[in-house]
């Protein structure tokens, strides 16, 4: 829990323990390389393997990025691997009336029985072209906005330049232009996309996500969170392929080298330390706050309408909320850890010393640092702001009337003004995309956005007691869920489309009173962003030119590759074992049985009745998951985790509690990914889910049987 007094608490150092002797580690700033400039001498001096370039080509092919996850090719026959909690969606999505896939699980035995997704892109990187010099020549010296419109237009330029040499996007292929360092390079990189996907397997929820909350972000751990989708040729054929991982049906044992290859979500590891202190004590324990509210929220309607929930899927919300909680609770308490900061400061202290050492730098880029700093304490007077208006239009967190009605406020607004009606396209356009969710739902989320309202702000405020009108925070929002015309999808839309919308309707005078308040915050906000935007590419550049390739950027959803060693770690005053196994995970059923004789389903340790007795055949010593020192972030679920042969061993699915830091420092001391033992799964596919056609897939690259 992260306690009321962190800002000041956090700079007293541990007894014993003089920060001023505290230095940072070799890899602090991570060991997530790109594929620009793989750090093949790196792997050779390290791991003694014959790193080429072919080596680390089969790498990146093998490798795809999927909707917010990370998977790879692990067959000739298409056949790709992830994460059960990147299937969540797709398995809610193809069960058919009368099927809970979710609970149930999904289990195609044969092509026939494979199940086609919706929304589904599998990106596979297959070219890399370096265009950092033609991006300086365009941008130059430009500044502020003229420099951030120049890149847009240069990015266009290229991506357009690049498609239309592979045929276009019609010939399957994406161009992305990636900023790396902020700006020190910049590389496009073209992908060969998928969409022709279907749902192959995934197991029971209860065990994808065995242990559920309790044990997320925890080790030792017994998770089988794994899942399997095949893509599709043009023909309707399963894709034929030679760029996969082959399994590696031996798995690995501890000091093995492992590689992770996959797409981190975005880190911080190149924030100044005053940018990281302002997240502490304000950003993050703001977002900390709401994710709490909104999870509190859905657990309240989940309880009470159950069927309600499961038609919204607000299961799979409930699950990323509780996932972001665990992980800005261990981001905070990190950033609350003296020693952490000082590594920061040690680091931010040698690249200050770096960037003065040499007068053309120091020219350049001396007092960015500084001024970084003063930027967090002007937005420091805007405070209130971050906890009081955040994911105002994010649509599984936000009221759908509150929503439309802020969409609507802006159309009304231009109109008044004069604009043409294809100015407010756009919004319309938006608008119109906003669904339903049930009522009840919607005036929960209207009140505890009053609540955010008055958390912030004070209950005393002229805006928030217009809004209030005189009621509780929960009549204000049940009147005006009850009486707003933009409380209706359809009905919203008419109105606004007709220009028929009261002005006096509840939902959009609810708007009109908090917009001034928001506004005042967004012009602070937006101002500083702007410059901490610039500087941050200035020091990124100033990075690049000291350090090059050997610090890598920070993560940015591209593919990188990371590497480690298999190892367990000091844990609760005794050793985590590098590998668990089903008897560990039987073993956690059973000594919570008791707790929960009266309804063992609301245990996160109850096993699924397929599971309940152990199947004849399942071998209870086959490991289930394994820890290595690998570095991973959010984004990176669902990669595949290789051996020094691009042989596939598990894939990876979590962090230990220590890694939470993690956005803003690497501590391989005690940092673990944590990862499905390729064994684990083979056994239970063998002898839980009778898939023998899967393995036998997996393991020799045989053909599963058509069916039909």
């Known amino acids: 829990m992260v306690s009321a007094d962190m800002g000041m608490a956090a700079e007293a150092a541990p007894f014993g323990v003089d920060l001023d002797t505290i230095r940072a580690g070799e890899f602090d700033q991570g060991r997530m390389w790109t594929f620009d400039v793989p750090p093949a001498d790196y792997f050779r001096t390290t791991y003694g393997i014959a790193a080429d370039s072919a080596w680390f080509a089969r790498a990146r092919l093998g490798a795809l990025r999927i909707p917010s996850c990370s998977a790879s090719f692990v067959s000739p026959h298409g056949l790709v691997m992830t994460n059960h909690h990147c299937a969540r969606e797709f398995v809610s999505q193809v069960s058919e009336e009368g099927e809970n896939l979710l609970d149930e699980g999904f289990y195609a035995r044969t092509l026939a029985d494979e199940r086609a997704v919706e929304d589904f892109e599998a990106d596979q990187l297959v070219a890399i072209v370096d265009v950092t010099a033609e991006m300086d020549d365009a941008v130059g010296n430009r500044t502020g906005q003229e420099r951030a419109d120049r890149i847009e237009e240069k990015s266009d330029e290229i991506v357009e330049r690049l498609l239309e040499a592979r045929g276009g996007e019609d010939a399957g292929f994406k161009v992305e232009v990636v900023s790396l360092y902020n700006g020190g390079r910049y590389s496009a990189y073209v992908f060969r996309t998928y969409t022709d996907v279907k749902l192959v397997m995934a197991p029971e929820l209860q065990i994808g996500f065995f242990g559920g909350d309790p044990d997320n972000f925890t080790f030792p751990r017994y998770n089988l969170d794994f899942s399997f989708f095949r893509i599709y040729d043009d023909e309707g054929q399963p894709l034929s392929t030679e760029e996969y991982f082959p399994v590696a049906a031996d798995g690995v044992a501890e000091g093995d080298p492992v590689f992770i290859v ?33 999870a509190g929220v859905l657990e309240e309607y989940i309880d009470a309408f159950p069927e309600e929930a499961e038609e919204y899927d607000l299961r799979n919300v409930l699950f990323g909320l509780l996932n972001s909680d665990k992980a800005y609770n261990g981001q905070l308490e990190g950033l609350a850890d003296p020693v952490i900061l000082a590594r920061r400061r040690d680091t931010e202290r040698s690249f200050r010393d770096a960037i003065q050492a040499d007068p053309q730098l120091a020219a350049r880029y001396g007092g960015l640092i500084d001024e970084m700093a003063d930027l967090q304490e002007t937005k420091r007077a805007a405070s209130e702001g971050f906890g009081a208006f955040l994911a105002l239009t994010v649509g599984d967190y936000a009221s759908p009337t509150l929503h439309r009605a802020l969409l609507a406020f802006q159309i009304v607004n231009m109109r008044q003004q004069g604009a043409p009606e294809d100015a407010t396209a756009d919004l319309m356009e938006q608008l119109m995309e906003v669904g339903d969710v049930p009522q009840v739902l919607d005036q929960m989320l209207v009140e505890a956005r009053i609540g955010d309202f008055i958390a912030a702000y004070g209950d005393d405020q002229r805006w928030i007691l217009n809004i209030l009108g005189g009621r509780t925070p929960e009549g204000a929002a049940a009147v005006l869920v009850e009486t707003s015309a933009l409380a209706d999808s359809a009905q919203a839309v008419e109105a606004v489309r007709t220009g028929t919308l009261d002005v006096n309707d509840p939902a959009l005078r609810f708007v009109g009173f908090y917009v001034p308040a928001f506004v005042r915050f967004q012009q602070v906000v937006a101002q500083a962003g702007r410059r901490e935007s610039e500087i941050a590419a200035l020091l990124g550049r100033a990075r690049y030119e000291i350090y090059g390739t050997d610090v890598p950027p920070d993560a940015t959803f591209s593919l990188r590759i990371a590497d480690g060693v298999v190892s367990g770690y000091p844990y609760n005053g005794t050793q985590a074992p590098y590998a ?15 707790e929960y004789a009266g309804d063992p389903e609301d245990s996160p340790w109850y096993l699924p009745a397929r599971w309940a007795t152990p199947p004849s055949g399942l071998d209870l010593s086959t490991p289930v998951n394994f820890v290595s020192t690998v570095d991973i972030i959010g984004g990176n679920s669902g990669s595949p985790v290789l051996n020094a042969d691009l042989e596939v061993v ?36 063998e002898n839980v889910y009778d898939m023998g056609a899967l393995v036998r897939e997996l393991t020799d690259g045989a053909q599963v049987p058509a069916g039909g």
Do not use: C, K, W
Not at 580 to 594: E, I, L, S, V
């Open 650 to 685: 598990g894939v990876v699915f979590d962090g230990n509690i220590q890694s939470l830091p993690g956005d803003y420092i690497f501590l391989p001391e005690l940092n673990r990914s944590v990862t499905v033992d390729i064994r684990g799964i083979l056994e239970a596919l």
């Open 262 to 294: 996959g797409n981190p979500g975005s880190t911080s590891r190149l924030q100044t330390v005053a940018e990281l202190i302002f997240r502490r004590e304000v950003s993050d324990r703001a977002v900390l706050a709401f994710l709490r509210d909104r």
């Open 580 to 594: 668990t196994t089903f008897f560990g995970m039987y073993d956690r059923h059973y000594a919570f049985a008791p």
